[in-house]
C-alpha cells in the first residue's frame, strides 16, 4: 500500500497549484441558482474542465431552470461489436455515454454528486475570496458549500489514471439548483434516474471539520397553512366577528405539538401574517411551517395529523386550508449505507487518513434522491471547514487532499465492495 499511496502525494503535489487555481476561479464566478447567466457560466467552466477527462453533457432540467452537468468517466455507454464505444447512431466515440447506466454489464459504476450553485448572488464572491496557504484555507461563498467538493471529484477522476482503475466507470451529476430545493424543475428526478444501478455513490457536500462522513439527513417540507374568518368591527359588532389569528394561533399550537424529537420529527412555524388593521377583526391569516422528518413513513402519518387538526374549526365558523410545498425526502440510512460507510473506513486506513465515523444530520441533500434509487450512498464527503452559508465560510486545504485520494482510492478497489440496497 505504500507505493500508491507515495505515488498519489506526489500527483497531487505535481497539480497542487492547478487544483488551488480553479477552486478559487470557481468561487469568483458563483451566484444562486434564480441567476441565469451565472450559473450558465460556472456550468459551462465545469463542462470546459471535466470534459478533460469525460464525456459531458448538460441536461436541461426546466423553464429557466440550471442545468445539470453529466460527466463520464470510463465506458459507461454500449460497445459494438469490435469493443469501442458507439452514440445512439452507432457512431463511434472513444468516451460516449448512454444517458442511463445499462443493465447486465460486468462494470463497476459509481456515482459522485453535488451542487455549483451557492446561498450567495452574484457580486458577492470576488469581494471576499481569498486564498491563505499560511493558514492553509480558502475563503469565500461556497468554499465549503460546496465548490471544494467539486474539485475534489474532479481530480479524484484524473488520479484514477494513476491508480491504473479497471472494470470501472464513474459518472458526476452536478446540480444547479440545489440550495433552492430544485422547484419547478425535474432535477431531482433526473439524479435518480442517472444514478439508477450504481454500486456505490458519494455526495460531496460540506464535510465535518474532523472529516466525519453523513450517513443520513431528515426530509423536509415546508406546509401553508391558510385560515379563513369573518371581518367586523371590535366595538360595534365583535359577536359576528370570526378571527383568523385567534384560529391560526390554536391551530399552530395543535400542530406543533406533534413533534416528537426523539424520532428526528418536528414542527417549526416559521412565518405568520394576518390582519389589516388594529380596529378590524381579521378574516385571514396565513403562516408557514418547516417540516422534519426522519422517514418517509413518519412524514405520511404527520400528514394525516395536521390534515386532521386543520379539518376540526376551533372557531365555529372559520376554516383552514392546507398546502403543502417543496418536499425534499430523507436520506435514510439503509443497509447498503452502513455498508457503505465500513468500506470507506477501510479504505481510509489503508491510506493511513484519519477514519470517518458516520453521523446524522438534520439539514437536507440530494444524496436522498440518490439513495432513493437504491443506491448505497455517503454524504458530506466534500472537503472540510466551517461556518457555511456566511460571511465566515472556510475550508481547510489539507482536506482536499484527503478527499482527493479516499475517493479516488475507494472507487479504485470498488470490487471490494458488496453492499447492495434495493429500491
Not at 484519519?354 to 437536507?364: E, W
Amino acid at each position: 500500500m505504500e507505493a500508491p499511496k507515495k505515488e498519489m502525494d506526489r500527483w497531487i503535489a505535481a497539480h497542487w497549484s492547478q487544483m488551488l487555481a480553479r477552486w478559487k476561479e470557481l468561487l469568483c464566478l458563483g451566484g444562486t441558482a434564480n441567476e441565469a447567466q451565472a450559473m450558465e457560466r460556472v456550468a459551462g467552466q465545469l463542462q470546459q474542465w471535466f470534459a478533460e477527462e469525460c464525456r459531458c453533457q448538460l441536461l436541461e432540467t426546466g423553464p429557466k431552470c440550471p442545468k445539470l452537468l453529466v460527466a463520464d468517466w470510463g465506458p459507461w455507454g454500449r460497445q459494438d461489436d469490435q469493443g469501442n464505444q458507439s452514440d445512439r447512431n452507432g457512431a463511434a466515440c472513444p468516451n460516449r455515454q448512454e444517458n442511463r447506466i445499462g443493465e447486465g454489464n460486468a462494470l463497476r459504476r459509481v456515482v459522485l454528486s453535488g451542487h455549483y450553485d451557492t446561498v450567495f448572488a452574484c457580486g458577492q464572491e470576488q469581494q471576499r475570496v481569498r486564498l491563505d496557504e499560511e493558514a492553509g484555507c480558502m475563503e469565500g461563498p461556497g468554499a465549503l458549500d460546496m465548490k471544494g467538493g467539486i474539485i475534489a471529484a474532479m481530480y479524484a477522476v484524473k488520479l484514477l489514471s494513476l491508480l491504473r482503475a479497471e472494470g470501472v466507470c464513474v459518472r458526476i451529476l452536478l446540480a444547479g439548483d440545489e440550495e433552492t430545493g430544485h422547484p419547478g424543475s425535474r432535477t431531482a428526478e433526473l439524479l435518480a434516474e442517472y444514478s439508477r444501478g450504481a454500486l456505490f455513490a458519494f455526495n460531496l457536500e460540506t464535510g465535518f471539520l474532523n472529516a466525519d462522513v453523513c450517513i443520513g439527513r431528515k426530509g423536509t417540507a415546508e406546509c401553508y397553512l391558510n385560515v379563513k374568518g369573518v371581518q367586523s368591527h371590535p366595538g360595534n359588532d365583535f359577536a359576528r366577528g370570526r378571527n383568523a389569528i385567534l384560529e391560526m394561533c390554536s391551530k399552530l399550537e395543535e400542530i406543533s405539538a406533534l413533534t416528537q424529537v426523539e424520532k428526528g420529527l418536528t414542527v417549526s412555524p416559521g412565518r405568520i401574517q394576518g390582519g389589516s388593521a388594529v380596529n378590524i377583526i381579521p378574516d385571514a391569516c396565513s403562516a408557514a411551517l418547516d417540516l422534519r422528518f426522519s422517514s418517509m413513513a413518519d412524514f405520511e402519518q404527520l400528514q394525516r395529523n395536521i390534515h386532521s387538526i386543520c379539518a376540526v374549526p376551533g372557531i365555529e365558523g372559520t376554516s383552514v386550508q392546507m398546502q403543502l410545498g417543496e418536499l425534499l425526502p430523507p436520506f435514510e440510512t439503509t443497509d447498503g449505507v452502513r455498508e457503505l460507510l465500513r468500506f470507506v473506513q477501510e479504505m481510509a486506513r489503508e491510506l493511513q487518513l484519519s477514519v470517518p465515523q458516520g453521523h446524522y444530520r438534520g439539514g437536507a441533500s440530494d444524496a436522498a434522491h440518490i439513495g432513493n434509487a437504491g443506491v448505497p450512498v455517503l454524504c458530506s464527503m466534500g472537503v472540510s471547514g466551517e461556518y457555511s452559508h456566511s460571511e465566515q465560510e472556510y475550508a481547510l486545504l489539507s482536506s482536499l487532499k484527503d478527499r482527493i485520494k479516499l475517493i479516488a482510492w475507494a472507487i479504485a478497489q470498488s470490487a471490494r465492495f458488496g453492499g447492495t440496497d434495493e429500491v
